[in-house]
Nanobody, 119 residues
């Protein structure tokens, strides 16, 4: 059974930091690309940051220079270090793992963790 469980969300003041963690099980983690998405109220879910199985990273323009994604294959974990948080970073943050096998895409999501940035 595949499970992705996010943790580390909470309430933080603008300018502060949080570190999100995503624990995965039931997948060959090292073969998966993993990513963080977020969804604010009334908005579509958007990609925040991703890291491939080979370690290549990409970020949304809105978080470049403030957020850092990392993975720890030995522990089947992915992290999102969020610094200089802004009010507009408030959202539910989701972890996603994805692997392609030929034309088939296997994608798995966590349940999300709330991040609230206050002024």
């Amino acid at each position: 059974q595949v499970q992705l469980e996010e943790s580390g969300g909470g309430l933080v003041q603008a300018g502060g930091s949080l570190r999100l963690s995503c624990a995965t099980s039931g997948i060959r983690f090292s073969l998966n690309a993993v990513a963080w998405y977020r969804q604010a109220p009334g908005k579509q879910r958007e990609l925040v940051a991703g890291i491939t199985s080979g370690g290549s990273m990409n970020y949304a323009d809105s978080v470049k220079g403030r957020f850092t994604i990392s993975r720890e294959n030995v522990k089947n974990m992915v992290y999102l270090q969020m610094n200089s948080l802004k009010l507009e970073d408030t959202a539910v943050y989701y972890c996603k793992a994805e692997r392609r096998s030929g034309s088939i895409i296997y994608a798995y999501w966590g349940q999300g963790t709330q991040v609230t940035v206050s002024s």
